[in-house]
């Protein structure tokens, strides 16, 4: 089996002869906090107000045919969306970022192939993870 990585005891990324559930076209965006002070007649001054914290967000293929339930899953990441999880994001081994916890703040989902009983067979997941400080 292979590991490619985890989300806390929530899912684990793996490649294996039974199972291929690996996260796809990962975006990462980290950014800064300034604030302006305005001076009359000149520029505003700014001022630093450290870092924020990182946002990834990564796509999910969700397969039936890869050993995947995509109903189910989905609705795991809806829940910690909506508990408000917070856990360790690993990816090849480490953990990812500056080694702090995230939560999944947001997904977006399309169901690509739903069988004849209703059963979703595929689905893209975009899910959204933020820096926890």
Avoid at 47 to 73: N, W, Y
Avoid at 77 to 88: C, F, L, P, Q, S
Avoid at 101 to 121: M, N, P, Q, Y
Wanted: proline content about 3%; overall charge negative.
């Amino acid at each position: 089996m292979g590991q490619i990585g985890s989300y806390g005891d929530l899912f684990t990324f793996e490649t294996s002869s039974d199972r291929v559930f690996s996260p796809q076209d990962m975006k990462r965006t980290q950014s800064s906090r300034w604030h302006y002070h305005g001076i009359n007649n000149r520029a505003p001054r700014a001022e630093f107000a450290g870092p924020d914290g990182a946002e990834t967000t990564m796509t999910l293929i969700l397969s039936c045919e890869h050993g995947v339930k995509p109903r189910q899953t989905i609705f795991q990441i809806e829940k910690a969306i909506r508990e408000g999880t917070v856990d360790y994001l690993v990816i090849g081994g480490s953990v990812f970022g500056w080694g702090g916890k995230w939560s999944i703040t947001k997904c977006s989902e399309a169901w690509d192939r739903v069988l004849s009983e209703g059963e979703l067979a595929h689905a893209k997941v975009d899910v959204t993870f933020k820096e926890y400080q």
